[in-house]
């Protein structure tokens, strides 16, 4: 039924993961992004929580849970709440597990599905997006074309998350112009897996170029078979997952800067008494609601089974401004503070810009 | 359980409620806009619809709007009133706020009225009168002042920038009482049309929003019955007292005009949307923002901002329907709506044109009408001002 509150189960997630965060990253996500490492048993222990997996039939290793894509944006809003880095890495296997689950022949399900679906953290990802000027993920550069009864793959990839320890990733590819996705095992030939991204944000998350060059796939792991997938819908539910993630990211920035003011004195009173501040601080409270909003709404249609086009990329595309933002509000309310990397609003500022520009990160 | 899908109910309504607006304001939006102050007689067939705000209650509780949760979907007063608002905002704003019998004194009347109240003005068309020359925002400072002699209280002060001035039948006019110290010495009165002291002395001409009759009131020795302190005078009892019961109908007047600012930014972007579609212009929500035109990109965005100030409206009366304090998300939703309605309704002029610079089409007027949802039942500033106290926690005298 129509309404706004979450329900008790829904607030037991959230607790839950909010609980798990608090006690596995927030204290290390400084140290971590530093690092540029997130500590296996970090990923391990969000991997129990079994958010990934919680939809898979039991048969195949999952749950057998009801899809529910508006558990998944409570968690990857609280996952990112504690570090973009952690959420896109702690659930990177989904971006292989989801559409497999939804959108594959019986037999990728049986082949792939138990693969990736037990109790240790097995990594498998996602190659969507291409490092050219103007790179759109619904006009891929890269392509796949048939030989025989196997597809050739070929393009350049970026951003893969996990890329180094996957044994499986989906790469995404046009067959004459119809997008689709591909099964591809790390040690095809034709794939090669580049140095470890440089980023502007997300320094803990290991991100790969890859190249796809001649790269032979059979034509049995083309996503979903001879039909091929619903590549759009598959999008429409990574931009719904963006978008909850940003609402965890303007959150963070937001509560912290929120706090920071409460104890900033200049001029005598704490900043906060100013409302030059506290208004920005009202404008990020509505816009982190508002962000949240738009990716519950989209959801909301997912689950009732509608055509989401529209609710998804406009909730990506707000998520993606209003995250920037808000965490651009976040270091200029702590002023040179702000600005040093001891304080994580910086880290927050960093992260929200791959908001709008990354695709496919996350999955509902 | 979140969610936020929107019912088959909700959809239905707002079909059958846009149909009334295009077929009953939309062709008179631009008439009473060049004939200000005229009362458009078409709106009387109205009357006795309760497009906006409550109807009068009988019985205390026939009113409440709480959905009873048998496992089907009922759309709750408040959420209903910002579903209406924005379908009959989105035909015209100005014609919404000359409905008869929907003034905000209205919604004040069937929030804390007596019965006997109920049953005297519960039928009228009611205006608020809060504003002065001296006390805008700061409503709390009003001089209007009330003194009670005998069975009478005795009205004097100015009120300005009083909606439905002159069609209403009675005021609800705030006074500070005579001898009381501070805001509770503020307490509302109506005041009835036609009260020797009670005059309405001139109207203003304005920006947008020109059908709508906004007028200034002088009481002078003005005389009212012991009987017209809204609320009565055993208002102890009540929770919604006095000051503090009629500053609590903000909560559910906020999401009210956040919906008025819906309505009008939605009329402006469909308008535009149609401009665009004849200029052969795809909207198709697929491809990377950045590789859209310009034209494209604004719209997508306005198109977002519009969905946001929905949600943050519906929230907050859906808060309202089912009990929940809701002060806060009634100003955020004022704050993003007021803001984002009026820069919506700027763009779209911008992006059509010629088409958004003439008065043959009502770009134009939409941008001048969404002005004031930015203004009245608090301003953006007053909503922000709300919003951070209420988050950090601050009082009155530590944020100003
Ligand atoms: C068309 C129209 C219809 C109206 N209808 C009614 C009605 O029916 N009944 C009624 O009583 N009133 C009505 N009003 C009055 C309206 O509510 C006030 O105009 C409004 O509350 C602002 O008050 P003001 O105009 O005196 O501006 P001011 O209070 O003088 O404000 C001027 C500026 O200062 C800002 N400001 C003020 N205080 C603060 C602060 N503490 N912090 C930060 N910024 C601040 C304001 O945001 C604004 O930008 C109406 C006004 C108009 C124009």
């Known amino acids: 039924m129509f309404g706004f509150s979450m329900s008790k189960e829904q607030k037991m997630v959230s607790r839950e993961v909010s609980k798990l965060v608090k006690g596995l990253v927030s204290d290390s996500a400084h140290e971590m992004d530093e690092n540029g490492e997130i500590p296996g048993d970090v990923i391990q222990k969000a991997w129990e929580l079994g958010a990934s997996v919680s939809s898979v039939p039991e048969e195949f290793g999952g749950h057998g849970m009801e899809d529910s894509p508006i558990e998944s944006i409570i968690v990857l809003e609280e996952l990112a709440y504690g570090d973009m880095a952690f959420a896109v890495a702690a659930t990177s296997p989904s971006l292989f597990i989801n559409p497999i689950r939804t959108m594959g022949t019986e037999d990728q399900k049986k082949k792939y599905l138990p693969l990736y679906c037990k109790e240790t953290f097995n990594a498998a990802t996602l190659a969507l997006n291409e490092p050219h000027f103007g790179a759109d993920v619904m006009s891929l550069k890269t392509t796949a074309a048939r030989n025989g009864k196997s597809y050739v793959i070929n393009g350049s990839k970026c951003f893969v998350p996990l890329a180094d320890q996957a044994g499986h990733m989906l790469v995404a590819a046009s067959v004459d112009g119809e997008n689709n996705l591909f099964i591809v095992a790390r040690d095809n030939p034709g794939l090669t897996i580049g140095e470890r991204e440089k980023n502007l944000g997300c320094y803990a998350l290991p991100t790969f170029e890859v190249e796809l060059k001649d790269c032979s796939v059979d034509e049995n792991d083309r996503l979903g078979g001879s039909e091929g997938c619903d590549y759009t819908l598959f999008i429409q539910k990574t931009r719904v997952a963006m978008a909850a993630m940003a609402a965890g990211i303007a959150r963070a920035s937001y509560e912290f800067a929120k706090e920071y003011a409460k104890g900033r004195v200049q001029f005598g009173e704490p900043i906060v008494n100013r409302q030059s501040v506290a208004f920005m601080l009202a404008e990020m409270a509505y816009e982190v609601d508002s962000i949240r909003l738009m990716a519950q709404k989209a959801a909301s249609e997912l689950a009732a089974g509608k055509d989401v086009s529209r609710s998804s990329y406009l909730a990506k595309m707000y998520a993606g401004e209003m995250a920037m933002k808000v965490t651009d509000f976040g270091v200029q309310i702590m002023g040179g503070h702000g600005y040093i990397r001891e304080y994580p609003v910086e880290r927050y500022y960093r992260n929200a810009r791959g908001i709008s520009i990354l695709e496919g990160m996350a999955i509902v | ?400």
């Open chain 2, 1 to 400: 359980m979140i969610n936020i899908d929107t019912p088959e109910k909700i959809d239905k309504m707002k079909n059958g409620l846009n149909n009334l607006a295009k077929g009953m304001l939309r062709p008179i939006a631009r008439k009473y806009d060049e004939a200000e102050h005229e009362y458009p007689q078409e709106l009387e067939v109205f009357r006795s619809m309760s497009v906006m705000g409550k109807k009068p209650k009988k019985n205390g509780d026939e009113s409440k709007a709480k959905p009873v949760d048998d496992g089907e979907f009922k759309v709750g007063q408040n959420l209903g009133t910002v579903v209406s608002v924005e379908e009959m905002c989105w035909g015209d704003a100005a014609l919404l706020l000359s409905l008869p019998n929907a003034g905000l004194g209205n919604a004040a009347i069937a929030a804390v009225a007596t019965e006997e109240q109920l049953e005297r003005f519960g039928s009228k068309w009611a205006s608020m009168a809060i504003t002065e020359p001296s006390s805008g925002s700061d409503s709390g400072s009003i001089q209007a002042s009330a003194e009670l002699d005998g069975e009478e209280w005795v009205l004097n002060g100015e009120k300005i920038f009083v909606t439905c001035a002159d069609r209403c039948d009675v005021a609800v006019v705030w006074a500070r009482v005579k001898g009381v110290e501070g805001s509770s010495a503020i307490k509302s009165f109506i005041v009835e049309k036609g009260t020797p002291g009670f005059k309405l002395e001139h109207l203003e001409h304005k920006l947008g929003i020109r059908a709508s009759d906004t007028g200034t009131f002088v009481l002078n020795n003005c005389r009212i019955p012991k009987t017209n302190l809204l609320g009565g005078d055993s208002e102890k009892k009540k929770k919604t007292e006095g000051f503090k019961g009629v500053m609590k109908t903000f909560d559910n007047t906020r999401p009210m005009v956040a919906a008025m600012a819906v309505g009008v930014a939605r009329a402006a972007i469909d308008f535009t949307r149609e401009k665009m579609e004849e200029a052969g212009i795809k909207i198709d929500y697929s491809a990377n923002p950045n590789n859209v035109s310009s034209v494209l990109k604004e719209f997508y965005m306005m198109e977002a901002n519009l969905e946001a100030m929905r949600l943050l409206t519906w929230r907050a009366a859906w808060m309202a329907d089912n009990e929940e304090e809701n002060t806060l998300e009634a100003s955020m939703s004022k704050a993003k709506a007021g803001r984002y309605g009026t820069l919506i309704t700027q763009k779209c002029c911008e992006l059509l044109g010629p088409m958004g610079y003439s008065r043959k089409y009502l770009a134009e007027k939409w941008m001048r009408d969404s002005k004031i949802m930015d203004i009245f039942e608090g301003t953006g500033q007053i909503q922000h001002l709300i919003i951070a106290r209420n988050i950090l926690k601050l009082t009155r005298n530590e944020l100003k």
